[in-house]
């Protein structure tokens, strides 16, 4: 246990690109948008994700678990469940976390861990759903309304308890690239934030432990 555990929220975030998520959430905590919330790790599989560089110009300690280190999917794994475990949060926040955890991982948190997605779930939402895809199934399918969701983290796909969602229009002429950041704009990057203060400051999340 660390030695400022104080009554600061502790929050580990879990990455695998940009990490604009990220950046929100951060951004959140100077502004004092959330409030009493530190995050303690930032935990990506990808080595090159850009989410570890604003987790470094932002001071936080930041870890890369790269499958391509391991010899075999226990063995990597067993590593991000470590990493997990050492950031000792209150809540494990997946921002644009784009790889299918261990049971054993979601087990331990649940109730802990939250994830963002970018669509009205339960559109598009799911296997294979992740990142621009989920853009371009909602253009294809025609849809004049998408959003995003905060929602706990389950054993299955997508499929926790619903915390936050917010509703983004679909314009004529949307690209996936253009409807992607209209919903990050109007949605992630305010609920995510919004659904982490509250957790942080209803005290749901430990009074639940
Ligand atoms: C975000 O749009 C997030 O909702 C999505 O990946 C993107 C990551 O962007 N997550 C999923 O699709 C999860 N199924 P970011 O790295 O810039 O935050």
Not at 21 to 42: C, E, M, P, W, Y
Not at 70 to 80: G, I, N, P, V
Not at 180 to 194: G, N, S
């Amino acid at each position: 246990m660390s030695m400022d555990r104080g009554d600061t929220f502790r929050i580990a975030v879990m990455v695998s690109g940009g990490g604009t998520n990220l950046q929100a959430i951060i951004d959140a905590i100077a502004s004092g948008k959330i409030r009493n919330t530190r995050i303690v790790r930032v935990i990506s599989n990808r080595k090159d994700a850009y989410a570890l560089e604003r987790a470094a110009k932002a001071g936080i300690d930041a870890v890369a678990v790269s499958r391509t280190d391991y010899q075999d999917k226990e063995s990597f794994e067993k590593a991000l469940i470590r990493a997990v475990d050492e950031a000792d949060a209150d809540l494990i926040v997946l921002a644009g976390f784009l790889v299918v955890l261990p049971a054993e991982l979601t087990d331990r948190y649940e109730g802990r861990m939250i994830n963002i997605h970018p669509s009205l779930i339960p559109s598009f939402c799911g296997k294979g759903y992740y990142g621009l895809k989920v853009h371009e199934e909602a253009l294809k399918r025609g849809v004049k309304v998408t959003g995003a969701t905060v929602h706990f983290v389950d054993s299955g796909c997508d499929t926790g308890p619903i915390i936050m969602q917010k509703a983004v229009e679909v314009q004529d002429g949307d690209t996936p690239e253009i409807l992607q950041k209209r919903v990050m704009e109007q949605a992630e990057w305010v609920i995510l934030p919004e659904a982490i203060d509250r957790l942080a400051n209803n005290r749901t999340v430990r009074d639940k432990t």
